[in-house]
């Protein structure tokens, strides 16, 4: 899995739902996790699906 960029791979949930799709093209192209911020605290990561399954089988 590749390293999370903190100035790109962080967002608060607001700008995740306002910008769903660009957000998931991101991580498919970049294959970089996107946390989700809530009050300034992380409450989820996105991931890719490859990157999901490849996690699973370790």
């Not at 608060?12 to 957000?23: D, I, K, M, Q």
């Not at 996105?46 to 399954?53: I, P, R, T």
Request: overall charge neutral; aromatic content about 6%.
């Amino acid at each position: 899995m590749s390293r999370i960029h903190f100035d790109q791979d962080i967002q608060p949930l607001s700008e995740f739902r306002a910008g769903v799709a660009s957000y998931i093209k991101q991580i498919n192209e970049t294959r970089r996790p996107l946390v989700i911020t809530q009050r300034g605290k992380g409450v989820a990561v996105v991931l890719d699906v490859a990157e999901y399954e490849a996690m699973q089988e370790k």
